[in-house]
């Protein structure tokens, strides 16, 4: 009530928006891509709303996958430490994700029931947008 009655009412409603580099990202895109580019705005407006359904916080260490660029990126305290091309979808075993280049076929690389794997390490797997 108090950002209503001191007019900063759209000061508390932005302080509700994501912090993520990459939610300020697609925001700028938004900006600047042109009116007429009606699909590419509203995929924009898409992505921009997968951010906000993420936790605020992702933690400390984590590992985010971008599907549509086919990309893993390992962040830890905010600072990228590992980036690689990564294949996500359906497999014989749903909970499970492939790292690296799949042609190659790495065992390392190949990572099964990813969730568990990963935190036992202390990190924790997002699945989002592009």
């Given at each position: 009530?108090?950002?209503?009655?001191?007019?900063?009412?759209?000061?508390?409603?932005?302080?509700?928006?994501?912090?993520?580099?990459?939610?300020?990202?697609?925001?700028?895109?938004?900006?600047i891509t042109p009116?007429t580019e009606v699909?590419?705005?509203?995929?924009?407006?898409?992505?921009?709303?997968?951010?906000?359904?993420?936790?605020?916080?992702?933690?400390?260490?984590?590992?985010?996958?971008?599907?549509?660029?086919?990309?893993a990126t390992l962040?830890?305290?905010?600072?990228?430490?590992?980036?690689?091309?990564?294949?996500?979808?359906?497999?014989?075993?749903?909970?499970?994700?492939?790292?690296?280049?799949?042609?190659?076929?790495?065992?390392?690389?190949?990572?099964?029931?990813?969730?568990?794997?990963?935190?036992?390490?202390?990190?924790?797997?997002?699945?989002?947008?592009?």
């Amino acid at each position: 009530m108090a950002a209503l009655n001191e007019n900063r009412l759209a000061d508390a409603l932005n302080g509700l928006l994501p912090t993520h580099p990459q939610y300020a990202s697609l925001k700028s895109a938004l900006q600047i891509t042109p009116r007429t580019e009606v699909d590419k705005l509203n995929k924009i407006r898409l992505n921009m709303d997968r951010w906000r359904w993420l936790p605020r916080d992702l933690g400390q260490k984590y590992i985010i996958v971008n599907v549509p660029s086919y990309y893993a990126t390992l962040v830890e305290n905010g600072a990228t430490r590992w980036k690689t091309r990564a294949v996500a979808g359906a497999s014989q075993d749903s909970d499970s994700a492939t790292y690296g280049d799949r042609s190659r076929r790495d065992p390392q690389l190949e990572v099964g029931s990813t969730q568990e794997h990963l935190a036992r390490g202390g990190w924790q797997a997002r699945l989002c947008c592009g």
